[in-house]
């Protein structure tokens, strides 16, 4: 046997080990954040181990996707691996357990088709009974003879031998060995399998507990045997029902494209405990009716036992790529949030708007939009006009109040705004007072008063609270906008 990883295993020690293929998955996602959940919930170790032996489909862009895609979630891990720099020991184990017997040289160079082909009554590929039953003086000559070949594991046949294992998701899970191929451990070219090097590096980090999808399940009776194989004890499996789509389907890079990499959702501008938060109710619940959850509550609050065997599906339509569920998250972690802490947050988005918001004035807006916003990109629409010189044209007539006004009213409200604001003190209560009063003396309720002065600073009757907004603005821009604005009214009379 090869020198494995000679420390104790102490605690819990968990793995997420991605394949970097392309973009972080949010299935992937989700199986790093259960991960990472379960340690901490432990006091145990997270392990980030990237399986990047498929040299044929790896990519260093995708390498920087996944890590790009796990730094924005914010989740830290204890010790980090890459499967690429330990091909040493997976080759050394594999001629470890051929030493043992347990595996053969398969010279083969492709068994699909072949007539001498061994199969179960399915008709399912086993092995092939040539080289599982070539004496080992055979297999000495043709290897030294520089001829390639596989090396497969023997799994044993014809013994009833049953393959069990408890998984903390789906329970007894059970195979007669007899139906279990003669996998491969190392391909023709010298390079392991992803069964082979997944379960050496699980050996030799000292895994505990294996969380993985559910679409790996069938893969374990495989590694049963690997680890027999290797002289150690199976850590504990627990396999995660699977994310599909509305229709059933499987969440696919191929076919569902961008709406399901984690970028996605950070760059349509979800807080990454939002994120956190949606994906753990995919597929898990706290059992006591909650949905808004905190990092730290979620973290206290999670186990394997919480963990559904059916698959979760991820609500989102060609018109609209994000869950509904999703979206009211975010929008109750982002009012959760302190103001300078949501502020930080939001001004990415509006340097990427080609809007200048000083740290400062985007602090004193910030407040007035976080009930108006779902997703941090919706800031730079509801808060703009506090960042432009000028305000697009609008339509002249939406200074019109609503309710049986005419240009006329609308030109006598913003005159008198104009003089009311140019002698108010600019703070919340005298502006109140002062345009109420104003309001009373033009004989008007107060929707038909502020209505143009909102459409004359804002450029639009969605907007935040009007004295707020007059405020943050300040005086000078206020009288500028109503200016134009009661200007822009005569072309309606």
Known sequence: MPDLNPSKPGNIRVRFAPSPTGFLHVGSARTFIFNWLYARHNHGTMVLRLDDTDVERNTEASVQSIFEG??????????????SERLALHRSAAHAIFAKGLAYRDFTPAHSGDDNQSSSAQGAWLSNPGMREMSPEESDRRAAA????????????????????????YGHQTKLADEVEDFALLRSDGMPTYHLASCVDDADLHISHIIRGQDHLTNTFKHLLIFEGLGVESPQFAHLPLLVAPDGAKLSKRKH?????????????????????????????PKDDREFLTLNELTAAFTLENVNRSNAVVNFTEEDPFDPKAVWLNAE?????????????????FEQAGLHASPEKLLAVTPLIRERIKLLRDAVSAADFFFVKELPGYDPTELVPSKGGDAAMARRVLQTALEVLRKTSFDHDSLDQALRAAATSLGLKAGPMFQPIRVAVCGRKNAPPLFETLIVLGRDVCLERISQAEASLESLS
Do not use: K
């Open 70 to 83: 796990l730094r924005w979630l914010g989740l830290s891990w204890d010790e980090e691996y890459r499967q």
């Open 257 to 285: 494209g961008p709406v399901v990499s984690v970028t996605t959702y950070r760059d349509a501008g979800f807080l990454p405990d939002a994120f956190i938060n949606f994906l753990c109710l995919l597929g898990w619940s």
């Open 333 to 349: 972690h982002i009012r959760a949030l302190p103001v300078d802490q949501l502020s930080a947050r939001l001004q990415p988005f």
């Open 146 to 169: 520089g001829e390639p070949f596989a090396l497969r594991y023997r799994v044993p046949r014809g013994e009833g031998r049953t393959l069990h294992f408890t998984d903390s998701v």
